[in-house]
């Protein structure tokens, strides 16, 4: 891919992560468990939100390190194309695959809505209003990264294998 789309990319994907990032420390600020199952009273709301919390937290860490790395990509004198590939390789597969595939669950994506204008995320239980937003919220701009990185999603590391490179 030539260099001017990698830096180009690695702009956008930059400014996607900071709003994600936004988004996600001002919801974990705010929310506990207690404060979460308190407004929901379900019976299986403490494991439902320790788990939704849980896997926040892991993508809020993952993108603040993929800010931080294509960050310094794009602050080089001299813009090396080969880091700045492998900060958006990384991306894809841990800040958009750790929100479309989280560890708990507690949502999941369903494609057959992806095209009919509701939203595609299904919760698998009714969390709160602040919960299901948070989610909802940050649901768009992680659809956003895997479209623009699509092509980190396989055809990078096939490239790199062929050059002989890991």
Aim: hydrophobic residues 35%; glycine residues 4%; charged residues 30%.
């Amino acid at each position: 891919m030539p260099a001017t789309n990698v830096k180009a990319i690695s702009e956008s994907t930059r400014e996607k992560l900071k709003l994600a990032v936004g988004h996600l420390e001002t919801f974990l600020n705010q929310y506990a468990v207690p404060q979460l199952t308190s407004e929901d009273q379900g019976s299986d709301s403490e494991l439902f939100y320790k788990g939704l919390l849980a896997d926040l937290r892991h993508m809020l860490v993952f993108s603040e390190v993929a800010y931080e790395k294509l960050g310094v990509a794009l602050r080089r004198p001299n813009f090396d194309t080969d880091f700045a590939e492998r900060g958006l390789y990384d991306v894809y597969h841990q800040c958009v695959n750790a929100f479309f595939y989280p560890k708990n669950e507690c949502y999941s994506e369903d494609g057959r809505y992806a095209y009919t204008g509701q939203d595609a995320i299904r919760f698998r239980k009714k969390p709160i209003r602040a919960a299901r937003d948070i989610v909802l919220t940050i649901s768009k701009i992680f659809e956003e990264l895997r479209d623009d990185l699509s092509y980190y999603e396989s055809d990078y590391m096939t490239q790199r294998r062929m050059q002989g490179q890991k």
